[in-house]
């Protein structure tokens, strides 16, 4: 299994334990593809240092690790408290926005401003990931709103506030997510994560300020951890590149034994609308101070793989963690020992939407099916846009994909899909020549040997770079090119 390359993707998160170039060049050997930016806990000097690291780490090892910038999204909080204040279940409490003040066990301050004015009687609140729940009894509308406590508990500093019931009239970019996405333009982020997303319409501002601001598109992930979100996902995915199922809050917000069967829906959706998806959240939470991770872990990020997500995701255990380089190989390990079952199941049904695009959709439709049906090694297809990678990737071929492209922007992005090995080529000469050129490649590299069936996709005529319209199998007959 050492020498096993596998196609599910990570996602690590970066922070403190992963200051040092070292540390980052084991994480990469171990299996990392993508790192993540959490602006929730983000220096911009130290974000730049540690892009730099990794961009030099791609070039000088021939790595291709993507860059996800996360935006904080509109996280509610409340302010500082007194020490060792407890509330218990009949208490009544008052959240003020307004001026800061230091909170009591009668009365807190909320970060959210037009929390009074959102807030209905009846409606619960939720502190601390849902370890203490209120009951909204009233609203002056202004500033203040008077609730009781349904459970109990320690009420400590600038916890977070989920609002599962309240139509929330804040907006899904934030002032600092418009600072803070601005400045991963500036860095070329590979790809931007929104938060909170509940309607289509969130990702259409980011979409807005990203061509703004940026020459080139940075595909855009909706990190699905509302009910809103859930109820609107058909028209959330028509709008985004990508899905992250954020099981933390998405499992305060909603009852947590409903998450199970939400993430296999959201994975199902993703995959019909062939854009990735990222299964994230306490994967491998225990791997933060031990060498060992749970059964239950371990089963978590088996069964999201045989979900079919394109990557699995860790926070704290590479951020803060004790242990970063040591959980990157043994989720790699468990990616490896299960992604090949026969009991993961992949939508077979064909592109029925004849749209402009629809040939080549069919064509990597049909290249999927029939490298299962002939037992190809690899698939091979040649993109400006990167848009086969996704299409191919979505149909989780048994072959490997193996993706060529002269558009350096997107050589990283790609990264994040599911089976997806991408290789900079820019010598587009002949349509024979160029086939001839990657197959070369890919031998070199190790996918291809003497004997093995290869399907190749192209565009013709070559030199256009437009739409794949091309579908050839070949036996590869040497590698000696």
């Known amino acids: 299994m050492a020498n096993k390359r596998k196609k599910t993707k990570i996602v690590a998160t970066l922070g403190p334990a992963t200051n040092k170039k070292e540390t980052l060049k084991a994480m990469l050997d171990e299996g990392?593809?993508?790192?993540?930016?959490?602006?929730?806990?983000?220096?911009?000097?130290?974000v730049k240092r540690r892009i730099k690291?990794?961009?030099?780490?791609?070039?000088?090892?021939?790595?291709?690790?993507?860059?996800?910038?996360?935006?904080?999204?509109?996280?509610?909080?409340?302010?500082?408290?007194?020490?060792?204040?407890?509330?218990?279940?009949?208490?009544?409490?008052?959240?003020?926005?307004?001026?800061?003040?230091?909170?009591?066990?009668?009365?807190v301050y909320m970060t959210y401003d037009k929390f009074p004015q959102d807030a209905k009687p009846g409606e619960h609140i939720l502190l601390d990931d849902g370890k203490l729940i209120f009951e909204v009894v009233s609203t002056n509308k202004k500033n203040e709103v008077t609730a009781k406590v349904?459970?109990?508990?320690?009420l400590k500093s600038k916890k977070g506030v989920n609002l599962p019931n309240t139509n929330i009239s804040q907006p899904a970019l934030t002032e600092k997510d418009i600072k803070d996405a601005i400045f991963a333009i500036e860095q070329r982020v590979d790809w931007m994560a929104l938060s909170f997303v509940r309607h289509a319409e969130d990702l259409m501002q980011l979409e807005e300020l990203i061509k703004e601001h940026s020459d080139h598109k940075i595909p855009i992930i909706a990190k699905i951890e509302k009910p809103e979100a859930v109820e609107n996902i058909d028209k959330i995915v028509a709008y985004c590149d990508g899905l992250m199922v954020a099981r933390g809050d998405l499992g305060v917000e909603i009852p947590a034994e409903e998450v199970p069967l939400i993430q296999k829906q959201l994975v199902l959706r993703a995959k019909k609308a062939r854009i990735p998806v990222i299964i994230a959240t306490q994967m491998m939470e225990t791997m933060i101070n031990s060498l060992t991770p749970t059964r239950a872990e371990v089963n978590d990020v088996a069964n999201s793989v045989m979900d079919g997500a394109d990557a699995v995701m860790l926070s704290g255990e590479t951020s803060v963690g004790s242990y970063p380089?040591?959980?990157i190989r043994q989720?790699?390990?468990i990616?490896?020992?299960?992604?090949?079952?026969h009991l993961i199941t992949v939508p077979q049904e064909p592109p029925h939407i004849r749209t402009n695009r629809y040939i080549t959709k069919s064509i990597c439709y049909h290249a999927a099916n029939m490298a299962n049906e002939i037992n190809a090694k690899a698939i091979s297809t040649l993109t400006n846009s990167g848009y086969t990678a996704f299409q191919i990737s979505a149909w989780r071929p048994d072959a490997h994909i193996l993706v060529f492209t002269s558009n350096k922007s997107i050589l990283t992005q790609l990264s994040l899909l599911w089976g997806v090995k991408a290789f900079y080529y820019d010598k587009f000469v002949s349509t024979?020549?160029?086939?001839?050129?990657?197959?070369?490649?890919?031998?070199?590299?190790?996918?291809?040997?003497?004997?093995?069936?290869?399907?190749?996709?192209?565009?013709?005529?070559?030199?256009?770079?437009?739409?794949?319209?091309?579908?050839?199998?070949?036996?590869?007959?040497?590698?000696?090119?």
């Open 32 to 46: 990392v593809n993508v790192f993540r930016i959490n602006f929730s806990h983000a220096n911009y000097e130290d």
């Open 150 to 154: 349904i459970q109990g508990g320690p």
């Open 331 to 333: 989720m790699s390990n």
């Open 432 to 481: 024979d020549e160029t086939i001839e050129d990657v197959n070369a490649i890919a031998c070199k590299k190790g996918y291809l040997e003497e004997g093995d069936m290869l399907i190749s996709l192209a565009a013709m005529p070559i030199q256009d770079k437009g739409m794949v319209n091309t579908l050839r199998v070949t036996e590869i007959t040497s590698c000696s090119f």
């Open 335 to 341: 990616i490896k020992s299960v992604e090949d079952s």
């Open 325 to 327: 380089v040591q959980v």
């Open 53 to 107: 690291l990794i961009r030099e780490l791609n070039d000088e090892f021939g790595y291709n690790a993507a860059i996800l910038g996360d935006l904080q999204g509109p996280k509610l909080r409340v302010g500082k408290m007194q020490s060792d204040v407890i509330v218990n279940e009949g208490d009544q409490i008052i959240f003020a926005t307004g001026k800061r003040f230091e909170g009591t066990k009668d009365r």
